[in-house]
């Protein structure tokens, strides 16, 4: 499967927005990148996800590197309900490939008030 | 329900018991994975069900772990002979389908195993 890279950690400050970033040099032309995150206590949430153009919902916006090599989550304005462990994965779109994601260790927010 | 249910929350075993941990899917949803989530760490893929059968099991650690789903619903996941290095939160998720890359899936709060 292919890897993702992401900080272990990162802050920001209450209502002020938030780039995570994610290398993904090895993805393949079928891999979908999608995040996930999970605050203490809970299991892992979806995010957003994407396959080459930039998407936008009521959580986040990703935006993605024009050879895919690197992706960026966006939170406009970050919140203390934002402060969690946010996950980078590459899933693979080809319905013979199954259906399981790879979680790494992700990236630790804090949020500062 | 409207969310994916797990129980217990929380089990604590003694060493060498047999334990069944209990996944309610959402409704309609016809793909179920079970995880495994030790501290500090991403969660750890078991198993995936499309249906009544185990798509994909390479996650299963050894022989102890077992999972079912016979009706295509509810699943349970069974370990024989538990083991301190057995303890973690387990995790549950359903899916609609098993639909490749696109779409995303819903994650249970997990059963926090404790083997002592």
């Known amino acids: 499967d292919a890897k993702t890279t992401q900080p272990n950690s990162m802050e920001s400050n209450e209502e002020e927005p938030v780039h995570l970033p994610c290398n993904h040099s090895t993805i393949s032309g079928t891999d979908y990148i999608h995040w996930y995150r999970q605050l203490p206590s809970q299991g892992p949430e979806y995010v957003i996800h994407?396959?080459?153009s930039n998407v936008n919902n009521r959580m986040a916006s990703l935006a993605i590197a024009e050879d895919r090599k690197s992706s960026t989550l966006i939170l406009h304005r970050a919140t203390l309900r934002d402060a969690a462990v946010y996950y980078c994965?590459?899933?693979?779109?080809?319905?013979?490939?199954?259906?399981?994601?790879?979680f790494g260790t992700g990236t630790r927010l804090a949020v500062r008030p | 329900g409207a969310g994916v249910s797990q129980t217990p929350s929380n089990k604590v075993t003694e060493k060498g018991k047999y334990v069944e941990l209990r996944c309610d899917p959402i409704s309609g949803h016809t793909a179920l994975y079970w995880y495994r989530q030790s501290l500090g760490q991403g969660p750890e893929f078991l198993i995936y069900?499309?249906?009544?059968?185990?798509?994909?099991d390479s996650g299963l650690p050894n022989d102890r772990f077992f999972a079912v789903r016979p009706e295509g619903s509810v699943s349970t996941l069974k370990i024989q002979r538990t083991e301190r290095g057995d303890s973690a939160v387990y995790l549950c998720?359903?899916?609609?389908?098993?639909?490749?890359?696109?779409?995303?899936?819903?994650f249970g709060s997990g059963t926090r195993l404790t083997v002592v």
């Open positions: 998720a359903s899916s609609l389908r098993g639909t490749g890359g696109a779409g995303g899936y819903t």
């Open positions: 994407g396959l080459t």
């Open positions: 994965i590459l899933r693979d779109g080809r319905l013979s490939s199954g259906d399981k994601l790879t």
């Open positions: 069900f499309q249906g009544t059968g185990a798509a994909d």
